[in-house]
């Protein structure tokens, strides 16, 4: 039995999930849990299936066998492996960080715990972190200095690594439009405040002279307008009168890793379809 994600999205109409469903029951394929959202203001239709396959099955066979109902309502889509401890060839991932590194380290944990079916393979930093917890990982870590060469050497590293995902686990340093566009849908960042509110640096100390009552953390994917990607998911805390900026950032800071790891957890299980500037999300 092999396990498989199918997601899809196309302009919403009546039949597209009886036709779904007829091509799947033809390859004997069961389905375990499934989710669909019509969306009334773009007319996007969004659906979600996690599958049962009997075994042997390629995606790439699966794939051929849905590519007729797929071009009839002009889907797109693709089957995944559904994440699991036991995947042979996990997600490839690369994790930037900057001088802070509480949400690196909590990534790390999970992916060692098997909370986070993914590989790590390499931790990227423009700033010199301790690097003496590392190295106990065995993970990859590259301290770039030079913006200029940053890119190129990222480039190079994701290329040769085959790397599907990177994570900005608090990486302060912009990314170029045209990079941003190249992995549209595979950078997640984690924003320090609850987005729009806040944008941009120290968002703490902001919060602390408006006097919030709850402060929160946004995590979402890059584009190439600073903080206004689609968010995945937000995290919040509440907030005491008595509270300075920085008990505020101690109270953030935990906000932040677990809302990062649960937007990339929500991406490995394959949760999160695009919609314009926004995401359909389906827990």
């Known amino acids: 039995m092999k396990h498989l994600i199918l997601n899809l999205s196309c302009p919403d109409q009546a039949g597209i999930v009886a036709a779904t469903t007829q091509v799947l029951a ?18 996007q239709f969004f659906m979600r299936i996690a599958l049962e396959a009997p075994a042997p099955c390629e995606i ?12 009839t309502y002009k889907m797109d889509y693709a089957f995944y492996e559904a994440s699991s401890p036991e995947l042979a060839v996990k997600p490839k991932v690369v994790i930037m960080v900057s001088k802070f590194d509480h949400c690196l380290h909590d990534l790390i944990y999970r992916t060692r715990i098997g909370s986070l079916d993914m590989d790590i393979v390499a931790i990227i930093s423009n700033h010199p972190i301790d690097q003496n917890r590392l190295e106990a990982t065995n993970i990859p870590f590259h301290y770039w200095q030079d913006p200029k060469e940053n890119e190129k050497k990222l480039r190079a590293l994701l290329e040769a690594e085959q790397v599907e995902l990177v994570i900005l686990a608090r990486y302060m340093q912009i990314l170029s439009a045209d990079l941003v566009q190249t992995l549209a849908g595979r950078i997640i960042n984690i924003h320090h405040s609850f987005l729009p509110s806040f944008k941009g640096a120290e968002p703490y100390s902001r919060a602390y002279e408006r006097g919030v009552k709850m402060i929160g953390a946004t995590a979402h994917f890059v584009t190439a307008d600073l903080d206004e990607g689609p968010i995945i998911t937000q995290g919040v805390a509440n907030i005491r009168h008595d509270m300075g900026v920085s008990d505020l950032v101690d109270v953030g800071r935990d906000v932040e890793r677990r809302t990062l790891a649960h937007a990339v957890k929500l991406y490995l299980q394959r949760r999160i379809l695009l919609n314009g500037k926004k995401t359909v999300v389906f827990e």
């Not at 033809?26 to 007319?43: F, L, P, R, T, V």
């Not at 790439?60 to 071009?71: H, I, N």
């Open 60 to 71: 790439k066979d699966v794939q051929a066998l849905f590519a007729g109902v797929a071009k």
């Open 26 to 43: 033809q390859a004997a394929m069961n389905i375990s849990e499934s989710h669909q959202y019509g969306d009334k203001e773009s007319g």
